[in-house]
């Protein structure tokens, strides 16, 4: 017998309704391309989404279709969001970051027919373009006053396309199956591929972002969302805020400390959200200038591990509360968030921290298990490690147009390419992407907890360790380090911090010290790129 429940389709065009309607006022504020800052409401963003659906409308956009997006995290992004989703159309966020190979290949891939692009992207489009035949428009996301020369064909003003319609438009009803929004993760290896969510998995997974068990987002906090729209939807953050009413804060282009500092403070900021690398520079900033925070209570951390250095400045000298979340593109991207439990309010801080250097339980909707190389089940011990499965309604069933082939096995599992533990209260800990483990004499070594380690002597600013052939062990580690600035911290000194916290077995063979490290267009280290150039590096205990 089936229930007697309605059966209301899950729609992404009922998120800025429910806000304007719920928490008309709810501010928006965005740092604007252009330079001033923009602030409006919940009840604005609808009105314009609205219209910008019907001029989008009028210009030929119907269902299904693709349309991309080259542009920081901003008010007229957010329109976009909700207006392309919102009328069935497909919004493809394009990360600028990514090589210009890789741009022409996702564009043509995915099929886009119009491209919105903020100014910055102009000059990346421009150099593209005779490689983007099927493009039918350019949408410059600006008003008439800042529209640049420009030798695109086809552009048009953002402004006055909007202005080419009033608000009056229905948001149509379709199946919540239907696809809002196209990401392509960057992919170390092969092209990359597309992952296309739908509006049942986008609110579904909003649901979860505002749970307090997830990020706890609600109408009492103002948010800033650093990791950008154009990096799996910025977390599903710009959908639950409009879920939830919480104040929005979007930092635009400028992602340095300053900027960021600055908009935190002046506009009340509690909860924020990034890559470890973003908030290097905003801790260095603070430090440099002697800040505190007025406000912030929580950051929310994933995309890479936390090392543990950063945790304890967030707690020791910030008083801000570090929230360890995983996840990938292919997942919303949420999957675990480490919020503790009952049972850990006695903890000692040190406790709590220690606790959090694990990526955290997952969150009710994802299935997660861990199995060793012939695919059986292994304990939730904390001890024994293997590839990470993942399942659930916000988790990819194949990429777009099948490229990758059947990525699930039979019962859904999906293989993140992790490798974790999984402790008896539920919490999971990443210890590698399978790929970057370091397989010594039959022992695997975590180049993450290596790297954790390293980055928290003092003098180390960046830390990468790599597998490097041994004729012996067959691979040992190599570490690769960023000195901090005006620092001239020694290899011995590395060593020997290191020795007090991991086993003698996994300590580097040797240490190198460089410039700069790889990083992929998400911020991760390019760790391919460093075994490829570092492969037939000779380590010292190599004995000829
Ligand atoms: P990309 O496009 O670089 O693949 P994703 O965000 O999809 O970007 O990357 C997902 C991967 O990032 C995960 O499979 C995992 O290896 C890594 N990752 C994400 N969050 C964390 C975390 N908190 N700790 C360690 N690794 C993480």
């Given at each position: 017998m089936l229930g007697l429940m309605q059966d209301r389709p899950l729609l992404i065009s009922s998120l800025v309704e429910f806000a304007a309607l719920n928490h008309g006022d709810g501010e928006i504020v965005s740092r604007t391309v252009e330079g001033p800052i923009h602030r409006y409401t919940y009840k604005d963003c609808a009105v314009r989404s609205r219209q910008l659906a019907k001029a989008l409308e009028k210009l030929?956009?119907?269902?299904?279709?693709?349309?991309?997006?080259?542009?920081?995290?901003?008010?007229?992004?957010?329109?976009?969001?909700?207006?392309?989703?919102?009328?069935?159309?497909?919004?493809?966020?394009?990360?600028?970051?990514?090589?210009?190979?890789?741009?022409?290949?996702?564009?043509?891939?995915?099929?886009?027919?119009?491209?919105?692009?903020?100014?910055?992207?102009?000059?990346?489009?421009?150099?593209?373009?005779?490689?983007?035949?099927?493009?039918?428009?350019?949408?410059?996301?600006?008003?008439?006053?800042?529209?640049?020369?420009?030798?695109?064909?086809?552009?048009?003003?953002?402004?006055?396309?909007?202005?080419?319609?009033?608000?009056?438009?229905?948001?149509?009803?379709?199946?919540?199956?239907?696809?809002?929004?196209?990401?392509?993760?960057?992919?170390?290896?092969?092209?990359?591929?597309?992952?296309?969510?739908?509006?049942?998995?986008?609110?579904?997974?909003?649901?979860?972002?505002?749970?307090?068990?997830?990020?706890?987002?609600?109408?009492?906090?103002?948010?800033?969302?650093?990791?950008?729209?154009?990096?799996?939807n910025a977390w599903g953050i710009p959908y639950a805020a409009a879920m939830s009413g919480a104040k929005i804060v979007l930092p635009g282009a400028r992602m340095d400390g300053e900027a960021l500092y600055e908009l935190m403070e002046n506009e009340g900021v509690t909860l924020s959200a990034g890559v470890p690398t973003i908030w290097m520079m905003l801790l260095g900033y603070m430090k440099e200038n002697n800040k505190k925070f007025s406000t912030m209570k929580r950051t929310v951390i994933g995309g890479s591990a936390v090392p543990k250095a950063m945790i304890e400045t967030f707690h020791r000298e910030y008083n801000v509360n570090v929230v360890h979340a995983w996840g990938m593109t292919e997942m919303s991207p949420i999957g675990t968030v480490c919020n503790l439990k009952k049972k850990h309010e006695s903890f000692s801080l040190d406790q709590k921290m220690e606790l959090s250097l694990k990526q955290g339980r997952s969150v009710f909707g994802v299935d997660m298990k861990i199995v060793d190389g012939a695919g059986k089940e292994l304990p939730w011990d904390g001890k024994a490690f293997g590839n990470l499965l993942v399942r659930g309604p916000w988790i990819a069933s194949g990429y777009f147009k099948a490229e990758g082939g059947s990525v699930v096995d039979d019962d859904d599992w999906f293989d993140t390419g992790d490798v974790a533990t999984i402790d008896p209260d539920g919490y999971m800990q990443i210890t590698d992407r399978?790929?970057?483990?370091?397989?010594?004499?039959?022992?695997?070594?975590?180049?993450?907890?290596?790297?954790?380690?390293?980055?928290?002597?003092?003098?180390?600013?960046?830390?990468?360790?790599?597998?490097?052939?041994?004729?012996?062990?067959?691979?040992?580690?190599?570490?690769?380090?960023?000195?901090?600035?005006?620092?001239?911290?020694?290899?011995?000194?590395?060593?020997?911090?290191?020795?007090?916290?991991?086993?003698?077995?996994?300590?580097?063979?040797?240490?190198?010290?460089?410039?700069?490290?790889?990083?992929?267009?998400?911020?991760?280290?390019?760790?391919?790129?460093?075994?490829?150039?570092?492969?037939?590096?000779?380590?010292?205990?190599?004995?000829?």
């Open positions: 030929g956009v119907e269902k299904s279709d693709r349309l991309g997006t080259l542009a920081w995290n901003g008010y007229r992004h957010m329109e976009v969001y909700y207006s392309v989703s919102g009328m069935g159309a497909i919004c493809h966020t394009i990360n600028p970051r990514l090589f210009p190979e890789q741009i022409i290949y996702i564009i043509n891939h995915a099929e886009d027919r119009y491209i919105f692009i903020d100014l910055t992207f102009l000059p990346l489009i421009e150099k593209l373009i005779d490689h983007l035949p099927q493009v039918e428009g350019f949408i410059i996301m600006t008003d008439e006053a800042n529209m640049p020369e420009t030798k695109l064909s086809n552009v048009y003003c953002y402004e006055n396309l909007m202005a080419t319609a009033d608000d009056d438009y229905q948001w149509p009803a379709f199946d919540e199956r239907t696809a809002s929004s196209l990401c392509y993760t960057s992919g170390t290896t092969g092209n990359p591929k597309g992952v296309l969510f739908s509006n049942r998995s986008t609110i579904l997974h909003s649901y979860v972002v505002c749970t307090m068990d997830g990020l706890g987002l609600s109408t009492m906090e103002t948010i800033l969302p650093v990791v950008p729209m154009f990096h799996v399978s790929k970057d483990v370091i397989k010594s004499g039959g022992e695997w070594i975590s180049s993450i907890d290596v790297e954790n380690e390293a980055v928290g002597c003092a003098g180390v600013a960046e830390a990468a360790v790599i597998a490097v052939p041994h004729p012996k062990w067959d691979e040992r580690p190599l570490l690769l380090v960023v000195r901090e600035q005006d620092t001239d911290v020694t290899k011995d000194e590395i060593i020997d911090h290191l020795r007090g916290s991991i086993a003698k077995w996994q300590l580097p063979d040797d240490v190198l010290f460089v410039d700069e490290l790889p990083h992929t267009a998400t911020g991760k280290i390019l760790k391919i790129k460093l075994r490829a150039e570092y492969k037939d590096y000779i380590l010292p205990t190599v004995t000829s």
